[in-house]
């Protein structure tokens, strides 16, 4: 058996993952994977619903062993779902674009100093 280099939570469904390449973030970002979280509609309590990011130690190329929330807000405090995250990928402008299928939309995230 191999341990895996990042455990994600039962349920959250990582639908699409891309590895940072743009220089619009700051340059920690830079070679780190960002996660769209999709999820599971039939559980009581909502896993998933994210972006997440997956920080490396780029002296070695290996991840840091744990993701951290990167865009959230996808359910509501009752409970519901607003949104569900599905493809992701880094624009030409360094920006993070992800497909949303619960409302059809393409969100962009962009960096601002």
């Known amino acids: 058996m191999l341990?895996?280099?990042v455990l994600v939570q039962?349920?959250?469904a990582t639908l699409n993952l891309?590895?940072?390449s743009g220089s619009q973030f700051p340059a920690e970002h830079?070679?780190?994977?960002?996660?769209a979280f999709h999820s599971s509609w039939n559980r009581e309590r909502h896993t998933?619903?994210?972006i997440a990011r997956v920080p490396f130690d780029h002296s070695t190329d290996k991840a840091l062993g744990e993701y951290e929330d990167f865009v959230t807000g996808f359910v509501?405090?009752?409970?519901?779902?607003?949104?569900?995250?599905v493809g992701i990928t880094v624009s030409k402008?360094?920006?993070?674009?992800f497909s949303d299928d619960g409302n059809n939309t393409i969100w962009r995230v962009s960096y601002g100093k």
């Open 18 to 20: 891309c590895f940072y």
């Open 76 to 85: 509501t405090p009752q409970g519901n779902a607003r949104g569900r995250p």
């Open 30 to 35: 830079r070679g780190d994977i960002f996660a």
């Open 3 to 5: 341990v895996p280099d």
């Open 48 to 50: 998933g619903y994210k």
């Open 93 to 97: 402008y360094g920006s993070l674009l």
């Open 10 to 12: 039962a349920h959250s």
